[in-house]
Structure formats: structure tokens, C-alpha cells
């Protein structure tokens, strides 16, 4: 009786099957990437710091514009905010990554502890889930005797199946750091070289391509499709900026 107790506290009152399905959708918030399930950290952090500095680079450069700002000025400006922003972006999405990473190990401990405590329910799970993939019988029981057998391959085998962790898909913090830092500078450079060579329209075609080229790329990679993409986030891009830009000439005709 005393055991059946332990085993009802340790699945929360499911049985060992429910108590699995609730730990892999732990594990899936637990294990997301932080910019999305699928896509690699760095293609994705790269993608939204370059759409995110093209968009903010609309939105204070007719602003700048409006105020009879001249134009080296604007340019030099235009440098000072991107240094600080390219610090925050890459800053950011290092945290991130690692606050993903810790959130990982957290678990993997929490599983690791309940492993070497809780041998009996683990057990269980072990034998819940591989009944679930067809197993049965004499191999299903010793299936489970060889799991059991080895550690550190149990809690291998745990994160996968009741967690539904991807360890290989990680990356490091610095990857993903590098990759926003590489989007904020490309964008900026489109940017730059157009505000020079054509504005007003080259820098509106800059940052309208910028967006539109790491919408595609998140969608492919995502298998999401590219056309949406592309015009959901242009139709906000500009929405946006039209925004910012009526705003500042409202203010303008009421001084």
C-alpha cells in the first residue's frame, strides 16, 4: 500500500502513461529554442535582428528627416544608434540562450535525481512508453532490464522519450549572439549605402528587401510558407513606419 502511495504522489495521480505525455510537453517548453522549435538559433536570431534593425532604421530615419536634420548628420546618427543597438541585440540573444540552457540543466538534474530516487516509478515510465512504440512480452521486458541496468543511459534515454529533448540540437549562447550580430550589421550596411547613394527610395528598397529576404529564409527552413511571410511582415514593416512618420508630422503642424 505504502508503495502504490509512492507511485500516486510521484505521477501527480496518472498513471505512468499520462505522467509521461505531461512530462514531454514540459520538456518542449523546456527545450524550445528561443526563437522556435525548429529553426536554428543563430539562422533565427540573425534573421529578426536584421527585419528588427531595417524596420527601426525606417521608422528614425524620416524622423530625422522631418526635424530638417542634414544629411551627413543623419548618417553619423544613424552609426551611434546602430553601435548601441548591435550591443543589445547581441547581448540579448546571448542571455537568452543561455537562460535556455540553464532551464535545460535544471531538468536534466531534476530527471537525474528522480532517477537515482524514485528507481520503481521510473521503472515504469520506462516500461509505459515502450509498451506505447509495440513492445511486449519477453522483450519488452528485457528492454527494460538493460535501461535500468545503466544510469546514464537511462537518463539519456528519459530526456528523449518522456522529455522529448534534442541535445544535439543545442547551441551555444555565443552562436546565437553572433548570429543577431551579423543581422544587425548587414542590415545596417544596406542601409547605410543607400541612405547615400539612393535615397529616398533605395533606403525604403533596402530595408523592404532585408525584410522580405530573412522572412523567406525563416519560413523555408520553418516550411511555413514564403509568400505570407513576406507580405504579413511588410504589411507591418510599413504599417509601423507610416506610423512613426505621421505621428512626427502631426506633431511638426502643431507647433
Known amino acids: 500500500m505504502h ?9 501527480d495521480g496518472k498513471d505512468a502513461l499520462q505522467h509521461v505525455i505531461s512530462a514531454r510537453l514540459k520538456g518542449h517548453q523546456a ?12 539562422i533565427s536570431a540573425l534573421a529578426d535582428a536584421a527585419k528588427e534593425t531595417s524596420l527601426i532604421l525606417i521608422i ?17 546618427i544613424l552609426v551611434v544608434f546602430s553601435s548601441g543597438w ?12 543561455y537562460a535556455q540552457l540553464e532551464r535545460m540543466h535544471r531538468i536534466i538534474e531534476e530527471e537525474r535525481w528522480e532517477i537515482e530516487h524514485h528507481r520503481p516509478q521510473e521503472k515504469e515510465e520506462v516500461r509505459a512508453f515502450y509498451e506505447a512504440k509495440g513492445f511486449s ?21 528519459m530526456l528523449k522519450e518522456e522529455l522529448g529533448f534534442n541535445l544535439e540540437s543545442l547551441e551555444h549562447p555565443l552562436k546565437q549572439a553572433a548570429g543577431a550580430a551579423l543581422g544587425v550589421i548587414a542590415a545596417f550596411t544596406m542601409m547605410a549605402v543607400t541612405l547615400f547613394t539612393l535615397p529616398p527610395i533605395g533606403t525604403i528598397a533596402a530595408a523592404a528587401l532585408v525584410i522580405a529576404f530573412s ?15 513576406i507580405v504579413w511582415n511588410w504589411s507591418i514593416a510599413a504599417l509601423s513606419a507610416s506610423v512613426a512618420f505621421f505621428a512626427i508630422q502631426l506633431l511638426l503642424s502643431v507647433k
Open 3 to 11: 508503495q502504490k502511495s509512492k507511485e500516486h504522489a510521484h505521477f
Open 31 to 42: 527545450s524550445a529554442e528561443i526563437h522556435g522549435l525548429e529553426l536554428p538559433g543563430h
Open 60 to 76: 528614425i530615419w524620416p524622423i530625422l528627416i522631418a526635424l530638417n536634420i542634414p544629411l551627413i548628420n543623419i548618417h553619423w
Open 86 to 97: 548591435l550591443i543589445w541585440k547581441t547581448g540579448r540573444s546571448a542571455l537568452l540562450g
Open 137 to 157: 512480452g519477453p522483450l519488452l521486458d528485457e528492454v527494460v532490464d538493460i535501461l535500468m541496468a545503466d544510469d546514464n543511459r537511462l537518463l539519456e534515454v
Open 215 to 229: 522572412a523567406a529564409v525563416t519560413a523555408r527552413l520553418e516550411r511555413n510558407g514564403v509568400v505570407s511571410a
